[in-house]
């Protein structure tokens, strides 16, 4: 049978009048938010070449990249599945300023399969950087913005996750890629028997067992833990710069999304009542290095059509 001219295809979703000036209006109110905030808007282009995408943050992103060649110069290009890698290469080479640039852009994105359990695989990804801070002070500036970003549609209980990408990847570094892969997969599953097996071979493996949970007692279980006292004090200190309001705190110090690039403290921002994650956001020190500049960076993502549906 053949399909109708007029099905999208699976995951891709238009938005009618009502919800596209929903959209629209949200967008506006985000931008407005991030100019008193002191960011700099960029637009990057929706394709570039495979390299520069795939190139430091971007290494994760590799699978989610729809290909195409550029029938001028014959080189495979990609269609950007998330706009982070372009803002770490826009500080890095167009940019190139001294000191602390905060960037932020909301586009479309095209994801070649859907995830994080949404089925849209066109998310409207709008997000902040902070590159050039190494301090604490930027991860309390990012994570106050997420917060900032939320309620501007939403009032609800929201519950920020956080860890701390330091620790585990310490560990992990000398070891052999399958070990790695079964320690992310363990951890990622909350498997402890695997982990007590994996602990008979890198026995700091066991700090993680139970170093998840709700903020305070993950704290008091684990900042006496010297390989997790960074993490714990990070974490701590981060929590007290906040203005956060009706939210409630957990915390996982083996948290896997994104070890690959990510170098401190990782979070994300959920909604309690409806189970869904809106934003997500973390350090990723260094990664512009890939472009010739290794600079501090931290920041956070959202889809905006998400955040624009929570009114509903």
């Known amino acids: 049978m053949t399909r109708p001219s007029w099905i999208l295809p699976d995951g891709m979703e238009e938005c009618l009048p009502d919800e596209a000036w929903a959209i629209e209006d949200g967008r506006r109110r985000c931008l407005d938010l991030f100019r008193q905030s002191d960011f700099g808007l960029i637009m990057p282009p929706m394709v570039e070449y495979l390299d520069s995408l795939t190139s430091g943050v971007g290494q994760d992103l590799s699978d989610q990249i729809m290909v195409i060649t550029d029938r001028v110069s014959g080189r495979l290009m990609g269609i950007r599945p998330d706009m982070t890698p372009q803002a770490a290469r826009i500080d890095a080479h167009a940019l190139n300023e001294a000191g602390t640039t905060r960037l932020c852009y909301c586009g479309s994105v095209l994801r070649a399969v859907a995830s994080g359990g949404d089925s849209s695989r066109s998310p409207l990804q709008l997000g902040a950087e902070v590159f050039g801070n ?17 309620r501007l549609f939403t009032d609800e209980p929201l519950m920020i996750d956080v860890g701390h990408a330091g620790a585990l990847k310490s560990v992990l570094a000398q070891q052999s890629a399958m070990f790695r892969a079964k320690a992310l997969d363990a951890l990622a599953r909350k498997d402890l028997d695997a982990l007590a097996t994996l602990e008979q071979t890198v026995p700091e493996i066991a700090v993680f067992k139970d170093a998840y949970g709700e903020l305070d007692t993950v704290m008091q279980r684990s900042e006496a833990v ?9 974490i701590t200190e981060v929590k007290r710069g906040l203005n956060a309001d009706q939210v409630s705190w957990y915390c996982d110090l083996g948290e896997t999304h994104g070890l690959n690039y990510h170098t401190g403290l990782v979070f994300g921002v959920y909604s309690i009542q409806r189970d869904q994650l809106l934003v997500r956001g973390g350090r990723y020190d260094h990664v512009g290095e890939t472009f010739g500049r290794a600079r501090a960076a931290t920041g956070f993502s959202a889809d905006l059509k998400t955040l624009v549906r929570l009114a509903n």
């Open 134 to 150: 190494p301090d604490l002070s930027a991860d309390i500036e990012v994570v106050q913005l997420a917060l900032d970003t939320v």
């Open 226 to 234: 010297e390989l997790l006292k960074k993490a714990c004090v990070d």
